[in-house]
């Protein structure tokens, strides 16, 4: 098993900052990809930002150029600098990691359990 835990998140002003952190701890022989997820209230859950064991990044449109995602490979945390906050970005943030247990296994998907953003007008 593997677990996920989050830290971070809190409540900010608009145009503020927030880090949020994510390491992953358990049976892990390798983690293909990283990344962090939001739903607010009444949307679906969607992709905010995602690395790769190769450092590929994606991110939503809605965040590129504001939040950065970083990976530190050695400790299996993943980081999500968000800058430039706006209202819009109140969520509740999960982080996601494809984990394989061994060699011969193929990646699953683990999730944390969520941390609050909230950012004020």
């Known amino acids: 098993q593997v677990q996920l835990v989050e830290s971070g998140g809190g409540l900010v002003q608009a145009g503020g900052s927030l880090k949020l952190s994510c390491a992953a701890s358990?049976?892990?022989?390798?983690?293909?990809?990283m990344g962090w997820y939001r739903q607010a209230p009444g949307n679906q859950r969607e992709l905010v930002a995602r690395?790769?064991?190769?450092?590929?990044?994606n991110y939503a449109d809605s965040v590129k150029g504001r939040f950065t995602i970083s990976r530190d490979n050695a400790k299996n945390t993943v980081y999500l600098q968000m800058n430039s906050l706006k209202p819009e970005d109140t969520a509740v943030y999960y982080c996601?990691?494809?984990?394989?247990?061994?060699?011969?296994?193929?990646?699953?998907?683990?999730w944390g359990k969520g941390t609050l953003v909230t950012v004020s007008s």
């Open positions: 358990g049976i892990i022989f390798s983690i293909k990809a």
């Open positions: 690395i790769t064991s190769f450092s590929r990044i």
């Open positions: 996601n990691a494809a984990v394989s247990g061994s060699y011969d296994t193929d990646p699953m998907d683990y």
